[in-house]
């Protein structure tokens, strides 16, 4: 059998061959290149540690799992393309694990068109919540919520100077309406309200109003690479505040791309420390990597493994030969799932699956600490 993800070096491209009928196939578009690349790698890698092991396991109900993934490069508009090819013509049971808000949104035509499931989707955008969208079924907690949470801490330690630094698209203006839900409780208000072009970001006219209002903190609500660029912006014009982005962010691939420059930045976080074996599924993911010869894993992986275990068991309820329509009324029937220390669960009126969030810095040996 075909694999039907080729990987070119670090790029995962999807190369579509003859499936046979005993498999149950999932599509997946998201930016395997592009400014998420790496956290959508290591997001996908987390669901396809949870999905191979299952597979070796015989799969679910007697058929094996195929991912179909296509790079949409972080452009909405090629992820809907992917998503009418996955749908139409590759006739996958369900999607999984898109990354960005723009990116979801423009897909869910697609969705309500064939009533087909979307699982798992790589964002917090509340529109992705409220209203609830049938077909979506979130397994993280919102951007606002993680927003919030963040104010709330850094006001805590004293800093009332917040500068916030945003993408201009929905992604940026969910995770400020959450920011200033935090501000609005502190009794604050932002030292600096600055968006982007999250298309061709430039910061160099941010950066001195970033220090001419003495900033002690910066959110930066923007994808992996937008918040390098805009640190060292801030950096060179002088500024020493602390950086807080949000859990889009909180991958190995992202740190790297910071470098010293990473070293006590906080990021929020939608799932349990990746090494707290006090919670099963922490445990049983760090397991299944080790067996795989990886030695650790990163917040992003264990997003797309939690994931992958609300597909699995969708999948499972489903029965055999799962339809489109089985697997949307499957999950909609999901009711306090332990996924290992969490549960899930979803209703005709609420879709968010996770509501758990926490923060963690980078610690000088580039790992996340909380």
Do not use: C
């Not at 969705?111 to 077909?135: C, D, F, W």
């Not at 963040?150 to 929905?170: E, F, Q």
């Not at 190995?252 to 906080?266: A, D, L, N, Q």
Request: aromatic share 6%; glycine share 10%; proline share 4%.
């Amino acid at each position: 059998m075909k694999k039907a993800i080729t990987w070119l070096g670090a790029i995962a491209l999807a190369t579509f061959s003859h499936l046979s009928n005993s498999q149950i196939l999932i599509g997946q578009t998201a930016g395997f290149t592009g400014p998420v690349g790496a956290g959508v790698k290591e997001t996908t890698d987390g669901a396809k540690l949870y999905i191979d092991a299952t597979n070796a396991k015989g799969g679910v109900n007697g058929q094996k799992i195929e991912l179909i993934s296509l790079d949409d490069r972080f452009e909405p508009k090629l992820a809907a393309e992917n998503a009418r090819k996955l749908i139409e013509e590759q006739s996958v049971v369900a999607m999984f694990l898109t990354r960005g808000t723009p990116h979801t949104e423009a897909i869910i035509p697609l969705l309500e068109k064939y009533n087909i499931a979307l699982i798992g989707p790589s964002t917090g955008a509340m529109v992705l919540h409220q209203p609830v969208r049938k077909n979506i079924f979130n397994v993280r907690a919102t951007y606002q919520r993680e927003a919030e949470k963040a104010i709330t801490h850094l006001n805590s330690m004293g800093i009332t100077r917040i500068a916030i630094v945003y993408a201009d698209d929905s992604f940026g203006a969910d995770g400020v309406a959450g920011a200033q839900k935090g501000l609005v409780t502190a009794k604050l208000k932002p030292a600096v309200l600055e968006k982007f072009d999250r298309s061709k970001p430039d910061f160099a006219p941010i950066a001195p109003r970033i220090v001419q209002s003495n900033a002690q903190a910066i959110m930066m609500v923007a994808s992996g690479g937008a918040v390098v660029d805009g640190v060292k912006a801030f950096r060179a014009a002088g500024s020493n505040a602390q950086i807080v982005t949000l859990s889009n962010n909180a991958s190995g691939g992202f740190v790297k791309s910071m470098g010293e420059m990473g070293r006590g930045v906080i990021v929020t976080q939608v799932f349990p420390y990746e090494r707290s074996i006090a919670y099963p599924m922490v445990k049983e993911a760090q397991e299944i990597a080790k067996s795989n010869g990886q030695n650790e894993v990163s917040p992003a992986m264990l997003e797309g493994f939690a994931a992958a275990k609300v597909l699995v068991e969708g999948l499972r309820r489903a029965g055999p030969k799962p339809t489109r329509d089985k697997v949307q009324t499957a999950l909609e029937g999901i009711k306090k799932l332990n996924i290992g220390g969490l549960e899930v669960s979803y209703s005709a009126d609420d879709h968010t699956g996770l509501d758990f969030a926490d923060l963690s810095i980078i610690g000088s040996d580039g790992k996340f600490k909380r």
